[in-house]
């Protein structure tokens, strides 16, 4: 068969690519381990192929050659924390089951314009209620035209500290989690198979036993929205607890004589063989930008971007919904209403990683790996996501070097097109 | 037998590519497919980058084109960095638009090493032959790993190293010399000898004594690379710095022709 070359934005992309096509991505940078690099990346039925025994044994070229302008090509965006966007909120169960599944749905189609191509979808604190009903319907999934791949729900409460809910609403915080945690865990959210994170501030009355069991149970443990000293935070990761929520917001200011959560950054009782991973929002309003220089150059392996990004994300400013809670948007700020109290975020993924650039002069490759390499290690999925080596799910971006998003392809097939 | 002496080692690079593309070309107009011999090693590297320079400014395509390599180490995957298939897919072939069927080089994993050397010459034949080989040589002058000692009528079979190279070597295995091979596939002189045409490229003072035993001393099986003195069209292509052990006479004369010589470079 004679080859094509297209370029990346042809027509001709609309339509996926038949079984056993082999196609080609060239003229690109492709976000390595090494930096990013003048290559390739092979796809073959939605998988990144291994170019060298394609050639030297398959002895094939590739059936269609896409074209990507020079642009850089970074494995699809992770984000772990997103609370809704679109008009959308994850912590809101309207009516019935499909209308919720319509909105994920929505939201997760929209990702795709911002390169994200997994997301944890987001509830905060719930009732009981609305755990049981809404955790069934967050099934994991890979991401295709649909949408962005759904990771599993990422759970910001109940069992948080009430000094430090945010904007969660506090007649619904759990304070506790009583003599038998497991109990209590499968009472409050029901079924734990689809939960991929949980947030628990680690200081609570038996959250160190609810960490361990969490872990044993599959999900992904952040420590966050607590007043823990430094002492409770290390307990937490010897527990289990691999992550800080959103540093610096809801938990206690550094101080030099009592560090608080913050001083995981720099804690002697971590190892590098298990680093602890941190998530921030590298908005600008969340975390000032010299708070985001302070957390990159103490400990810049663990640093993750999220969005924390709410309904409002995507759409007009006004009055938006999250949870119970009802949030005024005025561009990139989001405060609980009657209140100076910052709620989530309205920034992209991609604004997200412009911004720790700018802030921090950190590498492009740097911050890119912040939003899907690391990410990915976290919740241990490299072998499927969050990577461009041989055999991942070809999911990735083509962006330019201001992190405008031009394309998005979902396991090879181009899903979203600027 | 034509000595081009360049300014540095840049200047060797642009100058073999800038031939190469051309015969590329001129095979490619006239329909034909051109038959390389293909070198590895940091004195080819710079060629190689140019010639992707060339392909992606548009100016050849590698479809016409057929390729052998001249050697390959015995027993190292093919997967391993250090592997002469690694070295020509991450510095050229996956660069460039050659159809992978018209690629050869010699399998150094094969139970019966010499069958694989049989056929490869073989497969030589079957292309017509190589319009051009390309080489580099070694500091004692040998070509491929045709070391000092190898017969001058040797073809393509296995050879053992010798200790300076594997010495030499050892610095691409971590400086470990019990992971450095010991045998390779090689081509052999007068495999080289047969191709229409022989480029050799030499840069470095540290190449300076080899390219005067090449060319200004007889031709011996000591240094390898000299049985090319008897080869109808072969063209050493050297930096200033290889010539430093040459006669000034020498050196003067292909000077002097090197307004000619540029010529064959046109294009």
């Known amino acids: 068969m004679e080859q094509t070359r297209i370029k990346f934005d042809s027509d001709l992309l609309n339509k996926q690519f038949v079984e056993n096509q082999l196609v080609q991505f060239v003229n690109c940078s492709v976000l390595r381990e090494n930096g990013l690099r003048k290559e390739h990346v092979w796809v073959r039925n939605g998988r990144i192929l291994d170019e060298k025994s394609v050639f030297f044994e398959e002895k094939k070229l590739a059936d269609v050659q896409i074209d990507c302008s020079g642009l850089i090509l970074s494995p699809g965006f992770i984000d772990l924390q997103l609370n809704g966007g679109f008009g959308i909120d994850f912590s809101t169960y309207n009516s019935n089951d499909e209308d919720y599944k319509r909105g994920l749905k929505l939201v997760a189609k929209q990702l795709l314009s911002h390169g994200v191509t997994s997301f944890a979808p987001t509830v905060i604190t719930s009732t009981p209620a609305t755990y049981h009903t809404v955790l069934p319907l967050v099934e994991r999934s890979n991401a295709s035209e649909e949408g962005a791949g759904i990771l599993g729900a990422h759970l910001e409460g109940p069992f948080i500290c009430s000094d430090k809910r945010g904007c969660h609403p506090e007649q619904l915080v759990v304070k506790s989690l009583g003599s038998n945690p497991a109990e209590t865990i499968e009472q409050v959210y029901g079924n734990t198979k689809n939960i991929a994170i949980v947030t628990i501030a680690p200081e609570l009355e038996g959250a160190q036993e609810a960490i361990k069991y969490l872990v044993s149970a599959g999900a992904t443990v952040s420590v966050g929205h607590s007043s823990a000293k430094l002492e409770t935070g290390e307990t937490a990761v010897m527990s289990g607890a691999r992550m800080i929520t959103h540093l610096f917001n809801a938990m206690q200011s550094y101080h030099h004589r009592d560090p608080g959560l913050i001083g995981l950054l720099t804690s002697s009782k971590i190892s590098s063989a298990q680093p602890l991973f941190y998530g921030i929002i590298s908005d600008g309003i969340h975390t000032h930008d010299s708070a985001l220089r302070i957390a990159y150059h103490t400990n810049a392996e663990g640093l993750v971007l999220v969005t924390d990004a709410i309904a409002a994300l995507g759409m007009s400013d006004g009055v938006h919904k999250l949870g119970t809670q009802t949030i005024h948007v005025t561009g990139l700020e989001a405060k609980l209403d009657g209140t100076n109290t910052t709620a989530g975020s309205v920034a992209s993924m991609p604004y997200c990683i412009r911004h720790l650039i700018k802030a921090t002069g950190c590498s492009i490759e740097f911050a890119l790996r912040s939003a899907t390499h690391k990410p990915a290690t976290l919740l241990g999925i490299t072998g499927e996501k969050g990577t461009l080596d041989v055999g991942r799910i070809a999911d990735f971006v083509l962006i330019d070097e201001n992190i405008d998003v031009k394309a998005t392809f979902c396991s090879g097939s181009r899903v979203f097109l600027q | ?267």
Do not use: W
Request: charged residues 25%; contains cysteine.
């Open chain 2, 1 to 267: 037998m034509k000595l081009i002496i360049e300014e540095n080692a840049d200047c060797v690079a642009d100058f073999a590519a800038r031939y190469v593309a051309r015969k590329i070309a001129e095979a490619t107009d006239r329909d034909k497919f051109f038959v390389l011999g293909l070198p590895t090693g940091s004195t080819p590297l710079g060629m190689y980058k140019r010639l992707i320079e060339f392909y992606n400014s548009g100016v050849i395509s590698f479809r016409k084109v057929k390729t052998f390599n001249m050697d390959e180490y015995v027993g190292l995957p093919r997967d391993h960095p250090e592997s002469y298939h690694s070295f020509m897919f991450d510095n050229f072939f996956r660069h460039i638009d050659i159809d992978p069927k018209n690629v050869h080089i010699l399998d150094g994993n094969t139970s019966n090493h010499e069958k694989e050397c049989a056929e490869y010459e073989a497969k030589i034949l079957e292309a017509g032959g190589i319009d051009l080989f390309i080489g580099g040589i070694g500091p004692d002058g040998h070509i491929a790993f045709n070391e000092p000692g190898s017969s001058l009528a040797s073809r393509t079979r296995i050879k053992t190293l010798n200790e300076d190279t594997i010495q030499a070597n050892a610095r691409f295995f971590g400086g470990d010399l019990s992971k450095v091979p010991t045998q390779a596939l090689t081509v052999g002189v007068q495999t080289v000898m047969d191709a229409r045409e022989v480029m050799i490229l030499i840069t470095g003072s540290h190449k300076a004594l080899a390219l005067h035993q090449a060319i200004e001393c007889g031709i011996s099986h000591m240094c390898t690379v000299s049985a090319m003195q008897m080869h109808k069209c072969a063209t050493f292509v050297a930096d200033e710095d290889a010539t430093l052990e040459l006669k000034v006479k020498t050196v003067k004369y292909f000077k002097g022709l090197m307004a000619l010589h540029r010529k064959l470079v046109e294009f």
